[in-house]
């Protein structure tokens, strides 16, 4: 017989608890059904119960024996037996569970869809190999970085020779202009979401990808605020220099605060930004279904001049992350800002 714990590690298992950095970071994270998937990894019991049952019904998998918590009640349910049914013993054991009473949770469903990435060819197919871009660090990399060439090289990066520039072996994305602080396999995630080396990576790198764009999306709106409500909070944000709000109560704050200032002055005492400032408005719509993964995170900003040389017929036109703003790959070479916007220039993708 299925029973219930209500205690983790001499942690009472409840709303408020005061929780370690790492253990608010996996309620994060196991919000996300393909990550409380992933905990399954080592499960012993998949012939009594399945592991895809009870990701689909909130548990992930807490490493011990048959116990799996629910990431929305806290719930611990132990002690399996054949023929349990998930569905029937969550609510038994928690009948109040917004999973289980099918109120609006922050839960992101998993499509098997999500596995079916495309055959994509490398931007770099000569840096494929791991062992190609750790050489390509050699002797010129410079010796002050913070970024080893191991782990630059892990995250599918290669040296441009150029600064601190690297570029990415698939999707061909560059980062560049490094803090100290910086760690790869976050920046090539933050920067390059649907880069087909990172979705096909994300579960198994160092990082479980919090950043990860689609998730941070979905989350946000799943808050009840309007999609063009945030693009405007964000771009907002964005050119006043200050980082994206990732942290939930954060957010609420920061957008409550935006929407009353918007509300106090009429849109025609608002002036519009620039046109290299404008960003599209990420909805269904125009992106598609945001499950179907990209090859490479081009962007087409329709002929729009270089920030540098003034330009528009360049073949080689880059997007300027994160201001979005235009440059084509000579100018870029100088840039540690942008000269339009005076953004911090961290990242460039090609643009169609």
Known sequence: MVKCD?????????????????????????RAEIYRLESFK???????????D??????????????????????????????????????????????VLGKRTTNIPYSPSQDCLPDVQPAYPEFQNYTKRLESFNEFWPKAMKQRPKELAAAGLFYTEKGDAVK???????????????????????????CLFIRENNLMSPVRVPLHREFIRRRKTSLGYDESLIEMFEL????????????????VTEIEKFKVQQESHPPSQISNPPINEVVWNFNEENLGNFDEPMGYDEVDMGGRACVGCKRTDSRDSLTLQPCRCSCCDKCLDDLTHCPSCKTKVRAAAKTN
């Open 6 to 30: 209500d205690k983790v590690d001499g942690l009472h298992s409840q709303e408020g608890t005061d929780c370690s950095n790492d253990e608010q970071e996996n309620l994060l994270i196991y």
């Open 42 to 52: 080592n499960w012993p019991c998949q012939s009594i119960v399945r592991k895809e």
């Open 54 to 99: 009870l990701a689909r019904n909130g548990f992930y998998y807490l490493g011990d024996r048959d116990r799996v918590q629910c990431v929305f009640c806290n719930a611990i349910l132990s002690c399996w037996e054949k023929g349990d049914n998930v569905i029937e013993e969550h609510k038994r054991h928690s009948k109040n569970c917004p999973l």
């Open 168 to 194: 990415c072996f698939q999707c061909g994305g560059m980062l560049r202009n490094w803090d100290p602080q910086d760690k790869p396999w976050e920046e090539h995630a933050r920067w390059f979401p649907r």
């Open 236 to 251: 907002d944000r964005r050119r006043r220099g200050l980082p994206e709000c990732e942290d939930e109560d954060t957010f």
